[in-house]
């Protein structure tokens, strides 16, 4: 009598009928899992938000000198297929591609605030456009404070918003810039993986790059040739940790609460 399917039996077949005979898939973590088909390797996602995170792959790759971004090679409901990225060791010519191509992604303006992913990692998200930065800001930080029990914490940072954010129009971000979600390529650059995208102040996606310390200066420096930072940033990169800390808020809870309500008090 037949065993049970094996637990990646459902995404394996449908990789195969793209892909051709596959070997047997090495899990990553969670539900990610690296395969090879067809004399390549492949990195296999499955979960929700598969096909927000395929466009928000293919919105990137179209900015020119943007961060390279995996080629997609099968999106679906609950299935992500991209090529794998070969990686190297970390060194200075990934930090100078890293901030050149970033302020270069940045470079990039969108028509609205928002309207982009509805997901960032496991967390869903309102993808509502918004014609102002203080609307768009306060009502994600307004929804993510309440699914934590942060409301109060957070709302008279949100009144302040309008005075708090930075000039200038939304700008197309990755949106979950954390390091976890930069590799190192073996042909020097760095590659972005996992985009949450939106638009948004470029200050945002720094901030969440130095969400669990400080962002390099070679980063900081090459980014600054391509694109200047405006006057005061590094006073505000807490106050765009605190979309981060929330989210962090909402699937971990723990010290994650504490830091996100002691930012918000901050701004109060």
Not at 154 to 167: E, G, K, Q, S, T
Request: glycine share 12%; aromatic share 8%; net charge negative.
């Amino acid at each position: 009598m037949p065993g049970p399917p094996s637990p990646t039996a459902h995404w394996l077949n449908r990789l195969a009928r793209t892909l051709g005979p596959t070997g047997p898939p090495r899990q990553l973590g969670g539900g990610t899992w690296m395969v090879e088909a067809g004399g390549r390797t492949f990195v296999a996602k499955v979960g929700r938000g598969s096909l927000d995170e395929a466009d928000g792959l293919a919105q990137l790759r179209q900015v020119p000198g943007a961060p390279p971004v995996p080629e997609v090679v099968l999106a679906e409901d609950d299935l992500l297929v991209t090529a794998a990225v070969d990686q190297s060791a970390r060194g200075p010519a990934h930090d100078e591609s890293l901030g050149h191509a970033l302020a270069a992604l940045h470079c990039a303006t969108v028509p609205r605030w928002g309207a982009g992913s509805s997901w960032i990692g496991s967390c869903r998200v309102d993808p509502s456009a918004w014609p102002d930065a203080a609307g768009f800001y306060g009502s994600r930080l307004g929804e993510l404070a309440a699914r934590c029990g942060l409301e109060v914490a957070v709302a008279p940072a949100v009144a302040r918003l309008a005075d708090l954010l930075p000039p200038g129009g939304p700008a197309l971000l990755h949106g979950d810039l954390w390091w976890g979600n930069v590799l190192f390529g073996s042909d020097g650059r760095a590659w972005l993986i996992d985009p949450s995208v939106h638009g948004g102040h470029p200050e945002e996606d720094l901030a969440m790059l130095a969400l669990f310390g400080p962002v390099p200066a070679r980063v900081l420096t090459a980014y600054t040739e391509v694109r200047p930072l405006a006057a005061g940033w590094q006073e505000r990169v807490a106050l765009f940790q605190l979309y981060p800390l929330l989210v962090h808020s909402v699937l971990f809870g723990g010290g994650y609460r504490s830091r996100a309500e002691a930012v918000a008090r901050r701004f109060a």
